[in-house]
């Protein structure tokens, strides 16, 4: 009877949770976390016996299923609501200065914070220009502007789209939708693979980049496979071409070729200056 009813309380509680939509545990607020303890104390209660009347033990979990997703739904209406069931932010560092009166206020210690800054890579407090402590306990960071990472947009460096890349060898198999997804075929993969003298069956895994490049992992660990090496040849074909009609159009005494080549070279730059953050990344 045990068994009977531990498999069927998993059923349920598996289904229950799907439909409740639990979040991971570095994420619960702290209404989430008693409810998912209340949820399991009376499952293994119904399980163990400890609760004899099924009925009533289905429903107390019945009534704990229901009412906090009635919770959800009131939050989701009312942030008031909201902030009075999960929680609201508090502000802990603001403009560069530490409020020890909001640290009290959420019963935090200064080392406390100081742990969590350094979960987020920030070993000097005075780096922070702002810090919230979010209802689920996490505190974000947003660093001050000489302190945040230099990134290509602060930079001025246009960077092209990048798409999610797609597998199509997997465990030795060759996966047809996704290669159809990229417009590729089995006769693109198949030539792909014959320039690195490696059979299908021999593949691990393998995905192909928004590029168009092929990416490998074999069975055997201890061959060693050269990297794709395509944007950057293309890049260093278009290089050398620019700089070759440069060369010519130096080079030659006709006017005609000159201007001919002159123009070739001005193109040839522009597709370079447009290309290259797509073929430098």
Request: glycine fraction near 6%.
């Amino acid at each position: 009877m045990i068994i009977l009813r531990s498999v069927g309380l998993l059923a349920l509680l598996l289904l229950i949770i799907r439909i409740m939509g639990i979040r991971q545990a570095s994420r619960m607020t702290l209404f989430d976390f008693v409810w998912s303890v209340v949820l399991g104390v009376t499952v293994a209660s119904i399980g163990l016996n400890i609760i004899d009347n099924l009925l009533l033990g289905l429903t107390v979990l019945l009534v704990w299923s229901l009412l906090p997703a009635l919770v959800h739904i009131l939050a989701l209406k009312s942030k008031k609501f909201r902030e009075i069931v999960h929680g609201k932010e508090t502000v802990l560092i603001n403009n560069g200065k530490l409020l020890e009166d909001k640290l009290t206020q959420v019963r935090l210690t200064s080392e406390d914070l100081l742990s969590q800054l350094r979960k987020k890579s920030v070993f000097n407090f005075a780096d922070v220009e702002f810090a919230v402590l979010e209802p689920d306990g996490e505190v974000s960071v947003l660093l001050k502007k000489d302190k945040q990472p230099v990134s290509a947009k602060t930079m001025g460096i246009a960077m092209g789209q990048e798409t999610s890349p797609q597998t199509v060898i997997l465990d030795g198999i060759i996966l047809n939708e996704p290669l159809a997804s990229m417009g590729l075929n089995k006769s693109w993969l198949a030539a792909e693979l014959d320039k690195l003298g490696v059979a299908t069956e021999n593949v691990f895994m393998a995905q192909v980049d928004s590029y168009g490049q092929l990416y490998l992992d074999l069975f055997d660990d201890a061959i060693n496979l050269p990297q794709p090496k395509t944007k950057e040849l293309v890049f260093v074909n278009l290089k050398k071409c620019l700089a070759d009609c440069e060369l010519y159009a130096l080079g030659t005494n006709d006017s005609k070729a000159r201007s001919m080549f002159s123009e070739a070279a001005d193109t040839l730059g522009s597709v370079v200056m447009d290309l290259e953050p797509w073929l430098k990344k």
